[in-house]
């Protein structure tokens, strides 16, 4: 069975809606609470509920919860069923960068001109069309941009208890390909555990890199030990907390892991239908990523990117597959 509803809310009736849960954003509480856990059945399916007159699209699988909000187009929710979430999606004004949750770029950004902001049609605006078929799966589009910014699709589906997929794809129109950029922005008081390259080569010597930023132009690849990491107790991983200078890392592919007392959240690398290009930038050698926020933007995301991907169908339709798994403590 398809369903099809309108995405585009008033953007009073969303802000009303947001301000009205800043108070339960704030404790990690679910945007649904409210709702009978009993109302989403069967377990993995999707149902429409409403909130402050607000649709969400809310889906439960074992002891966890997932919820999409289609006036930001993207997941806001992944945690218990009676919270907290484990994702930072606060209540915003519409006209910021900080709808959190599931962020989804094209790249590579240091081709982006500006460098900065992303396109508003893949980080600020709602979803244009929306989707539940065949029982568990939902489906959003984003609007398309100007120029490049071509419409992205998010596709989430429980694939097995506990571990949710997370799809994108679009239709590829450059003559170099595009990466996907899948970030999640996670909630207050995680640790982050990555793990350094077994190998360590002159290029890296740390086994990881600093990204540039805002502040920092380019890549560095030697460097003194980051404020923000310290060595695990068995020295093969690094424990990563954000302190009140930004910083951004990044490692060879691999699981990314943020705990907190309450449970375990990992980002499992990606798959990629299309035919990838054989680019050796910093994105492509160290494509699992941390960026760890100011104290002016205190938030933490995780990130796994694709390789530059060409289309290999008729149809110019390429796509980036992650998988996160939910663990209690």
Not at 163 to 180: F, N
């Given at each position: ?327 209690h403590p």
């Amino acid at each position: 069975m398809n369903i099809r509803i309108s995405a585009t809310p008033r953007i009073i009736l969303r802000l009303t809606a947001w301000l009205a849960l800043a108070a339960a954003a704030t404790l990690g509480m679910s945007l649904s609470l409210g709702h009978a856990a009993d109302k989403v059945a069967p377990a993995g399916s999707w149902s429409r509920v409403d909130l402050q007159g607000l649709p969400m699209w809310v889906s439960e699988s074992g002891d966890w919860r997932a919820e999409v909000d289609p006036s930001r187009g993207r997941l806001t929710y992944l945690g218990p069923r009676r919270g907290p979430n484990f994702l930072n999606a606060p209540a915003q004004p519409a006209d910021t960068l900080q709808f959190g949750g599931h962020r989804v770029w094209l790249g590579p950004q240091s081709e982006w001109k500006p460098f900065w902001p992303p396109p508003r049609q893949w980080e600020m605006a709602p979803a244009e069309s929306i989707q539940a078929r065949d029982g568990n799966i939902l489906e959003l589009e984003s609007p398309p941009g100007p120029g490049d910014a071509v419409a992205i699709r998010r596709t989430y589906r429980w694939c097995e208890a506990g571990k949710l997929e997370c799809a994108v794809s679009w239709k590829e129109t450059t003559p170099r390909g595009r990466q996907a950029i899948q970030i999640f922005q996670i909630a207050e008081g995680a640790v982050i555990e990555a793990t350094p390259a077994s190998r360590l080569v002159d290029s890296a010597p740390r086994g990881f890199i600093r990204l540039p930023l805002s502040t920092r132009a380019t890549t560095e690849r030697v460097f003194d030990w980051p404020a923000q990491a310290t060595k695990s107790a068995t020295g093969d991983t690094i424990l990563l907390r954000r302190k009140p200078a930004e910083e951004k890392l990044g490692f060879p592919l691999q699981t990314l892991t943020a705990r907190w007392p309450q449970g375990e959240l990992h980002l499992h690398p990606g798959t990629s239908t299309g035919n990838p290009q054989g680019a050796t930038d910093a994105d492509t050698e160290f494509p699992s990523q941390v960026y760890l926020g100011a104290d002016a933007a205190p938030f933490v995301e995780i990130e796994q990117l694709s390789q530059r991907l060409l289309p290999s169908q008729s149809d110019g339709r390429v796509s980036h597959t992650v998988i996160v798994e939910l663990r209690h403590p």
